[in-house]
T-cell receptor, first 112, second 112 residues
Framework: GENVEQHPSTLSVQEGDSAVIKCTYS??????FPWYKQELGKRPQLIID?????GEKKDQRIAVTLNKTAKHFSLHITETQPEDSAVYFC???????????FGTGTRLTIIP | DTGVSQDPRHKITKRGQNVTFRCDPI?????LYWYRQTLGQGPEFLTY????????KSRLLSDRFSAERPKGSFSTLEIQRTEQGDSAMYLC??????????FGPGTRLTVT
């Protein structure tokens, strides 16, 4: 089955700087890659996603890049703000398979 | 609030008791998922419904677990003869035809 690895497990960034979180996946048939933000005690919130037919997608301060050859994808957050502090999860899904396989999460702390 | 809702939000039960959780998906979402999340980990897939049909079950879903989605609307997840290892956050998600899965706030189960 699919295996998703996520790094780093913790990340501290000065406010205003950029943060990058990286994930690798094992199944070359995976074609959908969402990112979720989970604040303490709250639901995972879908913040951005990318499909295998594009290499990059951007939404304001958040961008995701995908390298299908290397089977890795990354989340980029620019101009970080204190409210960006949370745990971020990457995930992958195969075409024709409905389940999401999640990474182990990255705890992002923005230092004011 | 038109998002995914779950009830109860918290459940404390004694080992050996049965518990049932409810999930109400986003209106008109025909796909519904159950995941389990333990502390410090990403959500793990349990089972998936398309309308009222249960189409996929994880090996994590032992015989003590059963899920239903009568009439293709809300869903219930029942755990019989609970064990301490069942303590976790049980998350429900729903989606429409496309890939995006939107999560509910979860039910936190504590088995004493």
């Amino acid at each position: 089955g699919e295996n998703v690895e996520q790094h780093p497990s913790t990340l501290s960034v000065q406010e205003g700087d950029s943060a990058v979180i990286k994930c690798t996946y094992s199944d070359s048939a995976s074609n959908y890659f969402p990112w979720y933000k989970q604040e303490l005690g709250k639901r995972p919130q879908l913040i951005i996603d990318i499909r295998s037919n594009v290499g990059e997608k951007k939404d304001q301060r958040i961008a995701v890049t995908l390298n299908k050859t290397a089977k890795h994808f990354s989340l980029h957050i620019t101009e970080t703000q204190p409210e960006d502090s949370a745990v971020y999860f990457c995930a992958a899904k195969n075409f024709g398979n409905e389940k999401l396989t999640f990474g182990t999460g990255t705890r992002l702390t923005i230092i004011p | 609030d038109t998002g995914v809702s779950q009830d109860p939000r918290h459940k404390i039960t004694k080992r050996g008791q049965n518990v049932t959780f409810r999930c109400d998906p986003i209106s008109e979402h025909n796909r519904l998922y159950w995941y389990r999340q333990t502390l410090g980990q990403g959500p793990e897939f349990l089972t998936y419904f398309q309308n009222e049909a249960q189409l996929e079950k994880s090996r994590l879903l032992s015989d003590r677990f059963s899920a239903e989605r009568p009439k293709g609307s809300f869903s219930t997840l029942e755990i019989q003869r609970t064990e301490q290892g069942d303590s976790a956050m049980y998350l429900c998600a729903s989606s429409s035809r496309w890939d995006e899965q939107y999560f509910g706030p979860g039910t936190r189960l504590t088995v004493t």
